[in-house]
């Protein structure tokens, strides 16, 4: 499975971008899905997960509820974070990662998750 997160950049503060994972290989297996971000001196931390095929059950760090939103096209192998309302304390590395089936469990732990991306940076600027 190989991951290929893009869509970061620099934005204000209160602004918005949409980050894209788009995951090949034996990638239709991989049903949970997550963000994971890492900020200047911070360890690595969840942000948003997504698993299920059908149902699409989520999760989110209490710090982007309501300001995030995660979401998949199937058929593109494809997950997709769109961030709203960005402050200057979202900024970091973000990755995305999956791991193997757990039903329609969302594990916040990164060392469940065995393939990640190569990261894509998002700055806030205040």
């Known amino acids: 499975v190989q991951l290929q997160a893009s869509g970061g950049g620099l934005v204000q503060a209160g602004g918005s971008l949409r980050l894209s994972c788009a995951a090949s290989?034996?990638?239709?297996?991989?049903?949970?899905m997550s963000w994971f971000r890492q900020g200047p001196g911070k360890e690595r931390e969840f942000v948003a997960g997504?698993?299920?095929?059908?149902?699409?059950?989520?999760a989110y760090a209490d710090s982007v509820k309501g300001r995030f939103t995660i979401s998949r096209d199937n058929a593109k192998n494809t997950m997709y974070l769109q961030m709203n309302s960005l402050k200057p304390e979202d900024t970091a590395v973000y990755y995305c990662?999956?791991?193997?089936?757990?039903?329609?469990?969302?594990?916040?732990?990164?060392?469940?998750?065995?393939?990640w991306g190569q990261g894509t940076l998002v700055t806030v600027s205040s």
């Open positions: 990662a999956t791991r193997p089936y757990s039903g329609n469990f969302v594990s916040r732990t990164a060392g469940n998750y065995d393939y």
């Open positions: 290989g034996r990638a239709s297996s991989r049903v949970t």
């Open positions: 997504i698993s299920g095929w059908i149902t699409g059950n989520t």
